[in-house]
């Protein structure tokens, strides 16, 4: 059975600094890139940073790429979203999802991953 479980969300202020952890099991790593998504209250799910298993190749939105840091533990199946410097409007629900491919063709992080987790909440009070 695959398995995504996200961990590290929580309430932190303005400023502060998160890292959130997705385990992954029940396929082979190192063949998936690992994503993560937000989701804020009443707003579309926004795609974040993805990282790929077998290469390291990264990608990150324009919003976050100043001070969100992804990483990858292929030892531990574990794919870590440093988050430093958070403002309040990163406050979501963070998904980590798993496909084969970071990117569409047209280099934008995909979105219609096969597997997803069920989230972890972060809150970033001002």
């Known amino acids: 059975e695959v398995q995504l479980v996200e961990s590290g969300g929580g309430l932190v202020q303005a400023g502060g600094s998160l890292r959130l952890s997705c385990a992954a099991s029940?396929?082979?790593?190192?063949?998936?890139?690992i994503g993560w998504f937000r989701q804020a209250p009443g707003k579309e799910r926004e795609g974040v940073s993805c990282i790929s298993s077998s290469d390291g190749s990264t990608y990150y939105a324009d919003s976050v790429k100043a001070h969100f840091t992804i990483s990858t533990d292929n030892a531990k199946n574990t794919v870590y979203l440093q988050m430093n410097s958070l403002k309040p409007e990163d406050t979501a629900v963070y998904y980590c999802?798993?496909?084969?491919?970071?990117?569409?063709?047209?280099?934008?992080?995909?979105?219609?991953?096969?597997?997803w987790g069920k989230g972890t909440l972060v809150t970033v009070s001002s």
């Open positions: 029940g396929f082979t790593f190192d063949d998936y890139a």
């Open positions: 999802a798993a496909d084969k491919v970071c990117t569409d063709p047209s280099g934008q992080l995909y979105y219609n991953m096969d597997y």
